[in-house]
T-cell receptor
């Protein structure tokens, strides 16, 4: 079974540009969560998508947005990039089965975004 | 809001020895899960071990075990017979039951020396 895949793996942008990152979950997984990892702030939750709806959101500005498609693939978009957006962006997928209190999350390899 | 604190930014251990990584957390919830994740230089986040808050028995996975002290809100990871492949960042994480939002500590960089 293929794992979580993220594309692209590396990305270089300049301030003011926008960027779109993609995450394909494990087959059968319907929930996708996004995390930002920086040396200063560590790992921070961005948002979670399930059944094409945002279910939970972290404390990030509106420049950060996402969406999920009917095949459970998810994209996140960052507009008007700032230097501080340079980070490793990780996505994780889970089955999110109804009635289960816990669903194991599986992480992708991440997208390294550098903003110049 | 939940918080997770890892007080050891870096640690080192000799191969074959035992090392313990510390983690404390703060929550008012009763239904939650605690995890240790490993992130090697390849950056792939890997689940090492999970502990359900309602279980009194400490979780064990081969060479990895935890010391879960619920009243003290402490959750340490013990790695026995350390191997070179254990070199990685280790993150302690909290998950409220029914949620998908993981709250991570800042991590501990573990180096296993030959």
């Amino acid at each position: 079974k293929a794992g979580v895949t993220q594309t692209p793996r590396y990305l270089i942008k300049t301030r003011g540009q926008q960027v779109t990152l993609s995450c394909s979950p494990i087959s059968g997984h319907r929930s996708v969560s996004w995390y930002q990892q920086t040396p200063g702030q560590g790992l921070q939750f961005l948002f979670e998508y399930f059944s094409e709806t945002q279910r939970n959101k972290g404390n990030f500005p509106g420049r950060f947005s996402g969406r999920q498609f009917s095949n459970s693939r998810s994209e996140m978009n960052v507009s008007t990039l700032e230097l501080g957006d340079s980070a490793l962006y990780l996505c994780a997928s889970s089955r999110r089965e109804v009635g289960l209190d816990y669903n194991e999350q599986f992480f992708g390899p991440g997208t390294r975004l550098t903003v110049l | 809001a939940q918080t997770v604190t890892q007080s050891q930014p870096e640690m080192s251990v000799q191969e074959a020895e035992t090392v313990t990584l510390s983690c404390t957390y703060d929550t008012s919830e009763n239904n939650y899960y605690l995890f240790w994740y490993k992130q090697p230089p390849s950056r792939q986040m890997i689940l090492v071990i999970r502990q359900e808050a309602y279980k009194q028995q400490n979780a064990t996975e081969n060479r990895f075990s935890v010391n879960f002290q619920k009243a003290a809100k402490s959750f340490s990871l013990k790695i026995s017979d350390s191997q070179l492949g254990d070199t990685a960042m280790y993150f302690c994480a909290f998950l409220q039951g029914g949620s998908e939002k993981l709250v991570f500590g800042k991590g501990t960089k573990l180096t296993v020396n030959p």
